[in-house]
């Protein structure tokens, strides 16, 4: 791969990285809204309800909850609304990479280490707060997969590192 393309690869990675991140805090914002148009996948009846119930019956009482919080105390909604702008605030910098992205590398560990941290966070504050196990699983996996973005951009930044210092 020349130089070119790994640099082009390098700049769809982090576009890639810095979607999931907005897309993710976009999801944040409207989360009623999201269980609400996901009803049909995990509600009675559904594929969902019939091969995985104890996930369909979580998915339904989250949405319980969040109609029951929205209704009778909408300011909690705010605090969603925070997650969602903290989003889209860690992406600003991986997007900023992506015009010279051997300058801005330093932003590779920083994410690495903020998807390391997505491990005990999800795993010890999930159990606190009585999340059931399969779902700390699931938000385990926004960590190991933006880990393994972040290790292939590193990886090809190290490339290009090494090719421009020849």
């Known amino acids: 791969m020349t130089a070119k393309q790994q640099l082009a690869l390098v700049r769809l990675l982090?576009?890639?990285?810095?979607?999931?991140?907005i897309l993710s805090g976009?999801?944040?914002?409207?989360?009623?809204?999201?269980?609400?148009?996901?009803a049909p996948v995990y509600?009675?009846?559904?594929?969902?309800h019939r091969i995985w119930p104890e996930m369909a019956a979580w998915l339904a009482l989250v949405r319980i909850a969040l109609e029951d919080m929205s209704a009778r105390y909408p300011f909690l909604m705010y605090g969603y609304d925070w997650l969602g702008f903290g989003h889209f605030i860690i992406a600003i910098p991986f997007l900023?990479?992506?015009r010279d992205?051997?300058?801005s590398r330093w932003i590779v560990p920083?994410?690495?280490?903020?998807?390391?941290?997505?491990?005990?966070?999800?795993?010890v504050l999930g159990a606190v707060r009585g999340i059931p196990v399969?779902?700390?699983?699931?938000?385990?996996?926004?960590?190991?997969?933006?880990?393994?973005l972040l290790l292939l951009i590193r990886s090809r930044l190290r490339s290009l590192a090494r090719r421009s210092h020849t």
Do not use: E, K, N
């Open 14 to 21: 982090l576009i890639a990285f810095s979607a999931a991140l």
């Open 26 to 38: 976009a999801t944040a914002i409207f989360p009623l809204q999201g269980l609400r148009f996901l």
């Open 43 to 48: 509600g009675q009846g559904s594929v969902l």
């Open 96 to 98: 900023m990479a992506i």
């Open 101 to 103: 992205p051997l300058s």
């Open 110 to 123: 920083f994410g690495i280490a903020a998807c390391l941290l997505v491990l005990p966070h999800a795993i």
């Open 134 to 148: 399969y779902w700390r699983f699931v938000d385990t996996l926004f960590g190991f997969g933006g880990i393994l």
